[in-house]
Structures are given as structure tokens and as C-alpha cells.
């Protein structure tokens, strides 16, 4: 779906093997499909080859095991990922009620939450307990 006209960059695809494990650099990251882009069909037309996929990745590292979900459709869309223990969980926080996210996440064990993709109606709104709101240009050390 982010295709050049949308963004203004040029894009280097990669292509992703569902829960197949790719080595980048030093870290192992696994694509989980989620539900973000099903609702676009109205943009086939522009292209119409694209599958509109978008996917959430588990990334691991030393031992460390954590889950970023770019966009989704739905909180659900993380659960399988999270069947585990995760170390740190990085979340958009647009897609879905803020009160369905406090529900959801108390019932899964994560280490750090970094909530990141906030409109600016959000801003300052409690998402959990401890839960860190990314800022552009911020560090976070595990």
C-alpha cells in the first residue's frame, strides 16, 4: 500500500515468507500477517497487483524477544505473538479504542510498552501503567 506517490521516496521491497525467521544484521525478525490493510480495497485500481499486506514482526536478539506491530487492524492481530513472554512490545497507537488496549494488554506478560503513531487527539492519554510514548529521535535502552 505505501507506494511512491503516497510517501515520496523510493522503496526497496522485501519480500516476506510468513513466520519464516530472516537474519538482518544481528537480529532474527519473523513477519506475522495482520488485518491493517483488508479494508483498502478501494485502491486496486491504482495497483492492482498488490496483495495489500501488512505485517507485524517478532524480532529477537541475544536472547531478548520482542514484537513490533506497525499498523493494525485490530489488538487481536498481536495475540499469537504474544502467546510468549515478550521483552518489549512497540505498538502503533492509532487503530484501535485506548480502552481496548488497557483491557488486552493486561492480560499478556510484556516487559516495556512503547506506544508510537499517536494522533494528536491521543497525546497525553494513558494507555497502560509504565507504558512509554515515543517521541522522534528517542532512545530506549533494554
Known sequence: YMWAEKI????VWKIWREKIAEKIGSLYVKPYLNSHLQGYSDDNFRHPHSFRQCYSLEVT????RGVYSSDIGSLSDLDEMLEKDADWLLIEG???????F?????EKNVGKIIITHIPPERYGKKFADGTIIADDGMTITF
Open 8 to 11: 515520496g521516496f523510493e522503496i
Open 102 to 106: 488497557q483491557k488486552w494488554i493486561s
Open 94 to 100: 492509532m487503530h484501535y479504542p485506548i480502552e481496548d
Open 61 to 64: 536478539r541475544n536472547g531478548e
